[in-house]
């Protein structure tokens, strides 16, 4: 069996995208331990993030915000109505528009849920000024990235602010 060759551009460990897959498997995975007291999935606690920041708003500016499309959207919103943490409703002035609001119950759970980014921040053993840098990376790789394939219409959260 051969080693590993430092001028193999197909070496797994010089891929980019093999470093992303960890890492975020990784994340992911402590996410998921950490979400598991407030009964909430990863993709329930991204949505309840906007929620939190925007109390209501249409499906489709979620889905922008999440990078996510409407059959992926749908079932979870769907579930997280039956936990009683969100409202659907068709608007009034449109009724192809749906709009999701918080409810009581998914606002007291914003409470729970405060020290999060503290937690995960100590897990990254990273300085906080070190943190910022890689998300502006990983935010700049996403934007070019989506450039480069063609998918214009995809657009991160933070993209939604600027």
């Known amino acids: ?7 193999n551009p197909l070496a797994l460990d010089r891929q980019l995208c093999f470093s992303l897959y960890t ?3 990784a994340l992911t995975g402590l996410y998921r331990e950490i979400l598991a007291d407030l009964e909430l999935t990863y993709p329930q606690y ?6 939190w920041e925007r109390e209501t708003l249409p499906v489709k500016e979620l889905g922008l915000a999440l990078s996510l499309d409407s059959g992926t959207l749908s079932p979870l919103l769907r579930r997280m109505e039956g936990a009683g943490l969100l409202t659907r409703r068709r ?6 528009i749906v709009h999701v609001s918080i409810t009581e119950e998914g606002t007291r759970l914003r409470e729970r849920a405060t020290g999060i980014p503290e937690q995960i921040l100590c897990a990254t053993d990273l300085p906080l000024a070190r943190l910022g840098e890689l998300q ?4 700049h790789l996403t934007r070019s990235v989506t450039r480069a394939t063609g998918r214009g219409a995809t657009r991160t959260a933070r993209d939604a602010d600027t």
Request: net charge negative.
């Open 1 to 7: 069996m051969a080693g590993t060759d430092e001028g």
């Open 23 to 25: 890492a975020s498997r």
């Open 46 to 51: 991204l949505v309840m993030l906007v929620l």
């Open 91 to 96: 608007g009034p002035e449109d009724e192809r």
């Open 136 to 139: 502006g990376m990983l935010d």
